[in-house]
């Protein structure tokens, strides 16, 4: 079960719960631990009672900075001054909250956690990169509510869409905006606690004592009362109209919009302001209504939430009268949706009262549906395909969030100790006596990732690769990370030995059955690489053989193509790296006949590849890969004279080349070291120069048109100066084409 970093912007113990506080039950429910972070403020305090009593509540908070509210469920309430994010008062939040943070790590032992956020501004407060993963759920429009520094909190929300794992939207106008910033974007609707309103329908329910005295049919509102998103004009000009009905209005007023004027309201005598009440009592009251309402405004606000108290409402079993909000367009069938009009919702009123209402079973059945528990199961599955749930279950050691709390353990610390004779004696060349010391400390602790890290190591540097490949199978069982394999895969200055004796190393690491597929799995790219330079056929043929092993198994899997996780533990990358070095591998054995095929699946998966449906720093660091296994894929086609065949290779490479200058990639695109944009351009315009008009063989080109599209195969810039590679892999193909 995982960790949970959840972000908030409502106190836990706010008597209005919204989905932050359910989303945390859920979690928790569903066995998860559970950190959750009270608001630290979307904008700053403002005069008048409500802020100042909340500034009070959080400096008593701070005398007990973690506290266990449920099970599974520890609350922190960090010290910040509310909305502050930038100069000296941002700096003071950033260091106050990393405090408490640290704090509740190191009394939790929180592992590789997952950070869920509802709040825009997380990136002023915490670095992504030291999560399993990000989650950014936008359940409203925070920047159209009165009082938000919107302008700032729109930058801030776009910017974290753009940086997060996957966002989770709960209305169709918020999924419309938000999805073509990330990849991971799913609408997940509002829901509510069907078991808890559910009560309402109970017949041992007491009837609350301070609820007034009721005459005639009885509406009812539960939530915040505030002018920003309640029509409360419509809403008098209904109480006027209607003396025959009681009103009874529960929930705190203007807490978010001070503006609020309730007084024409609370001036006729049958309408009663209730004010808040708890959160447990809710269904009481819900038990005596008539009918449930919403009378919503329509603004920008509302067009992009969808409340909650529907669904709590339905689950109560009363009749609902809504404003026909966008979000509640498809829910037509179990309530009774209008315009924000007086007469529109008197008249809606009076046919409800009189029996003109969606079956109570029908209305039980869809709030089933719409559950907290349902959602977030949904919500876990969705992030499992898309690779983002931590490994269950998780190493013993695996990593704590706050890394420095690694380095103060004692045995860590004793490690560094130990090690400090060990890394002498190799200095002064004294590896006989080192590993022996060495393998006397592991026998003494043998689960130190220290120790077995710098045993690996000298393992592989003396050639005993099996050792050091077991060695690597313990950290990655201890930690789930592995950061000596992760250097000797993408670090070629870390790597032991010459082409051969890393040949061999790979050799023994690719056949691990432990590892993870993307460590298996770029140990046989690499290997295959230096089988390449060693020119030893029989060795490569074997390492073309395993590639086509790790591609069946990612091609088959549908999820590969939808994988958020980043670069390289990214299974869509692995993919393409798979395709573009088993296309090398069969370009140095002169295969041909294998080359061919392998171009043609290729190009299936080509289009069946999307860089909008994956991370978007990993597609717009692999477009280079991809173009070249394409420009391989436009050889075969031109060498089995197919026109069509390379006109379909052409629309891809400039499907993906276009692809790669959408907004979306901007800031990934201006921070890469290479410039794959450019060199997308450059690969199409050779390769459209190579097409030729169908049934036209006459007009087939040279094959000098494809040596420079060739060479950027074979090197990462283009060398006129090598331009003899290039015809030696296509002047038998040239050979064979006109034979």
């Known amino acids: 079960m995982a960790d949970v970093i959840l972000l908030s912007t409502a106190d836990w113990d706010h008597p209005l719960w919204t989905n932050k506080q359910h989303l945390a039950v859920s979690l928790a429910d569903a066995g998860h631990r559970v950190l959750y972070i009270d608001s630290l403020g ?29 099970q599974r469920i520890w609350v922190v309430s960090p010290l910040v001054l509310p909305g502050r994010t930038t100069g000296m008062a941002g700096r003071l ?39 399993q993963a990000t989650i950014y759920h936008c359940v409203d429009r925070i920047q159209a509510q009165p009082g938000m520094p919107s302008e700032s909190l729109e930058r801030a929300e776009q910017d974290l869409c753009g940086a997060v794992n996957a966002v989770f939207t709960t209305a169709p106008e918020l999924q419309k905006e938000l999805a073509p910033l990330n990849a991971g974007t799913h609408l997940f609707g509002n829901v509510a606690d069907a078991q808890h309103f559910g009560r309402a329908r109970s017949q041992e329910l007491l009837r609350p004592p301070d609820l007034p005295a009721i005459q005639g049919p009885c509406l009812i509102f539960i939530g915040a009362i505030d002018a920003y998103k309640l029509d409360l004009a419509m809403l008098e000009a209904l109480i006027a109209s209607t003396p025959q009905w009681t009103y009874v209005l529960i929930g705190p007023v203007g807490e978010t919009d001070p503006s609020t004027d309730v007084e024409p309201l609370a001036s006729h005598s049958h309408v009663h302001l209730l004010g808040p009440r708890p959160y447990s009592e809710l269904p009481g009251y819900l038990a005596l209504a008539d009918v449930a309402l919403l009378p919503l405004q329509l603004n920008d606000y509302t067009r992009h939430m969808y409340p909650m108290k529907f669904f709590e409402y339905l689950a109560a079993g009363c009749p609902v009268v809504a404003t026909a909000i966008p979000s509640l367009l498809d829910q037509g069938d179990v309530a009774t949706l209008c315009p924000p009009d007086a007469t529109a919702f008197q008249q809606s009123i009076a046919a409800v009262l009189k029996g003109d209402v969606p079956a109570l079973e029908q209305r ?40 420095v709390r690694r380095q103060l353990r004692v045995d860590w610390v004793a490690a560094q100790v130990g090690l400090l004779p060990v890394q002498a004696m190799d ?105 390449i330079d060693q020119k030893d056929q029989a060795h490569l043929r074997r390492c073309c053989n395993a590639l086509d092993d790790i591609i069946a198994a990612l091609d088959d899997d549908s999820d590969t193509y939808q994988c958020l996780r980043p670069n390289r533990v ?31 699946q290729l190009e299936q998966c080509a289009r069946r590849y999307d860089p909008f449906a994956i991370d978007r720093t990993t597609a717009i660091r692999m477009t280079r890969n991809i173009m070249r296994c394409l420009a391989i894929a436009a050889v075969m086609a031109w060498h089995a004279g197919d026109s069509c065949r390379l006109d379909a290779v052409v629309a891809q490479v400039e499907r993906l080349r276009s692809a790669s200058y959408a907004d979306r990639f901007d800031p990934i695109a201006e921070r890469t070291q290479e410039d794959h944009r450019s060199f997308a351009d450059w690969m199409l315009e050779r390769l ?41 892999f296509l002047t038998p193909l040239s050979g064979q084409a006109a034979a």
């Open 42 to 70: 979307v904008r700053g305090a403002r005069a008048g009672r409500a802020d100042a009593r909340r500034i009070l509540r959080r400096l008593l908070r701070s005398l007990n900075p973690l506290r266990q509210v449920r």
């Open 93 to 131: 939040n950033r260091w106050s909250f990393g405090l408490a943070l640290f704090w509740a790590d190191w009394r939790l032992d929180l592992r590789t956690p997952l950070l869920w956020t509802f709040n825009p501004n997380t990136r002023s407060y915490l670095k992504l990169g030291r999560f």
């Open 364 to 403: 039980l059945a869809r709030a089933e549906q719409f559950t907290y528990e349902r959602r977030t199961a949904s919500m876990l599955h969705c992030l499992g395909r898309h690779g983002l749930l931590p490994q269950e279950p998780a190493p013993p050691q695996a990593m704590p969030y706050h890394r």
């Open 427 to 531: 200095r002064l060349g004294w590896q006989r006596l080192s590993s022996p010391l060495l393998d006397a400390f592991l026998r003494r602790w043998p689960f130190s990732i220290p120790l077995l890290s710098v045993r690996a190591s000298q393992a592989l540097a003396q050639g005993d690769h099996d050792r050091g490949r077991h060695l690597i199978e313990q950290i990655w069982q201890l930690d789930g990370e592995a950061e000596l394999l992760h250097q000797l895969l993408f670090r070629r200055g870390s790597r032991p030995g010459d082409r051969g004796d890393q040949l061999a190393m790979f050799d023994a690491l690719a056949s691990s059955t432990v590892l993870p597929l993307h460590f298996s799995g770029y140990c046989r790219v690499v290997r295959t690489y230096r089988a």
């Open 570 to 600: 990214n299974r869509a990358k692995l993919l393409i790296s798979a395709h573009l070095t088993r296309l090398r591998g069969l370009m140095a054995l002169h295969d041909h006949p294998a080359l061919n095929q392998a171009a043609l």
């Open 688 to 728: 459209r120069g190579c097409r030729w008009p169908g049934g036209q063989a006459t007009l087939k080109p040279p094959a000098s048109l494809f040596v420079e599209p060739v060479l950027l195969v074979y090197f990462p810039v283009l060398r006129l100066d090598r331009a003899e590679k290039a015809w030696r």
